[in-house]
């Protein structure tokens, strides 16, 4: 590790301290999604030593190489990893706020406590595919922000490397990686012959491309970051009300997807349109595919909501197509295909299905159940995690435990008119909450 130490700023580079067995060739997957960052922050009631952290990490890239690699565009427009161990930037810094008000500021793209990677920038330039910025705070807790990026890996991947890494501070047993050097041939091996026959990618034509462009370009200034705490018995309550309405077992996930579409409908006045969720699925346990493997192994389920729709059947039908999932949304080969006939040099014209924000498709991604909040760093758990704002695209949206562990915080980024209605929405928003509910220990000062 090297670094360089000012006033209340330390900044060092983390490395295994030798190269990864070789390069990694990316997936169609992987390219789809790598001009984009990821970022998380964990928040922590008590400080945490930088030394140990930075220690254990080093034990982590070594086994997981390629958080700590570049990227890398072939001749024929291929996308690799290479395992070159040449680091990841590690940031010790004071930060002027408490615990309350830095989760506040996740709501803020520039809240000054994650290094966001430059996602679109690491493919022309030799530049960090993860960040760590271990944040001190006034009050004497802290926050470890954390951004990756998207051709790295999915969510399942960074958990794979904060298990590692929590193993590696605490002299535990890590979890079983599965590495190989060519993602696509790992993924392929596991494919049905046949799959829903829908791609799950699109070409926009050029009017559509200079609107996402548009879109894209002002992000900051026409969205708002949301956040919405619903308490564990609330959730229960909300899922046995729509499980009666539908007539059938519900999971917690599928009665608050169809519990928010619903709401924001009602406040965009969009009651006699069709509107889309898209939901991101893990194809690790679907397709059998090893739990330790890294990449963006994801399809998706897209499930539109028809007026007349009432939140009972949405839930219902939300919770077929995840039972179906495989036979009716799987789409891995289809995207191949398309590939081929446009052209594979066009992957990076391509968008997936799920980004339309011109119709207001949602696209909920569900961090649940990943086991985050048990995993100490140098013996001190977080008491809360959350997503970082990057880039404010809007109807996106996020789902992770609330603080300790408990309850769900639901984080959407909406348009500016719409995200101010939502904040007034509190009674639509919460026909299930208690006055006897107790509030999270930690999380923003002004709760939905």
Aim: proline share 9%; aromatic share 4%; hydrophobic share 40%.
């Amino acid at each position: 590790m090297t670094g360089t130490l000012t006033s209340d700023t330390e900044i060092r580079t983390v490395r295994a301290g030798r190269p990864g067995p070789g390069p990694v060739r990316c997936s169609v997957g992987d390219l789809l999604l790598a001009d984009l960052p990821v970022s998380v922050a964990l928040f922590h009631d008590r400080p945490l030593d930088a030394d140990a952290l930075a220690d254990g990490l080093a034990r982590a890239l070594d086994r997981l190489p390629e958080f700590a690699g570049r990227l890398r565009t072939a001749d024929d427009g291929a996308l690799f990893i290479d395992t070159d161990d040449s680091g990841v930037p590690f940031t010790v810094a004071d930060a002027p706020y408490t615990l309350t008000e830095a989760f506040d500021r996740m709501a803020l793209p520039a809240c000054g406590l994650v290094d966001h990677v430059r996602a679109a920038d690491a493919r022309r330039e030799r530049l960090p595919l993860l960040t760590v910025r271990l944040n001190r705070l006034a009050d004497g807790t802290g926050v470890l922000g954390l951004s990756w990026h998207h051709a790295v890996g999915d969510m399942h991947s960074f958990a794979l490397l904060l298990r590692t890494w929590s193993a590696c501070t605490e002299g535990a047993e890590p979890p079983a990686l599965s590495p190989t050097a060519d993602r696509e041939r790992q993924l392929d091996a596991h494919l049905p012959a046949e799959d829903c026959g829908v791609p799950s990618l699109r070409l926009p034509d050029p009017a559509e491309s200079a609107e996402l462009r548009r879109t894209v370009a002002a992000a900051g200034l026409a969205n708002r970051t949301v956040q919405i705490w619903f308490a564990p018995a609330e959730v229960q309550r909300l899922r046995a009300a729509l499980a009666a309405e539908a007539g059938r077992p519900l999971s917690a996930n599928d009665a608050l997807c169809a519990h928010v579409m619903h709401v924001l409908r009602q406040l965009d006045g969009a009651d006699d349109r069709e509107q889309t969720l898209t939901m991101p699925v893990n194809l690790r346990r679907p397709l059998g595919l090893p739990d330790g493997a890294l990449g963006n192994l994801l399809g998706e389920i897209r499930l539109p909501w028809r007026p007349g729709t009432t939140p009972g059947r949405y839930a219902a039908e939300l919770r077929a197509a995840v039972d179906t999932f495989a036979t009716r949304h799987l789409a891995t080969r289809s995207n191949l295909r398309f590939l081929d006939r446009i052209g594979h040099d066009r992957i990076t014209d391509c968008v997936p299905a799920g980004f339309d924000p011109a119709r207001r498709t949602l696209t909920l991604s569900s961090w649940c159940r990943l086991g985050l909040a048990d995993l100490p760093l140098d013996g001190v758990r977080p008491v809360a995690f959350s997503p970082a704002a990057t880039l404010q695209l809007p109807w996106s949206s996020w789902l992770v435990e609330g603080p300790g562990g408990e309850g769900l915080l639901y984080t959407l980024v909406l348009p500016t008119r719409l995200a101010a209605k939502l904040r007034g929405g509190s009674a639509l928003l919460h026909p299930h909450r208690d006055p006897s509910d107790p509030l999270p220990p930690v999380g923003p000062r002004k709760l939905l």
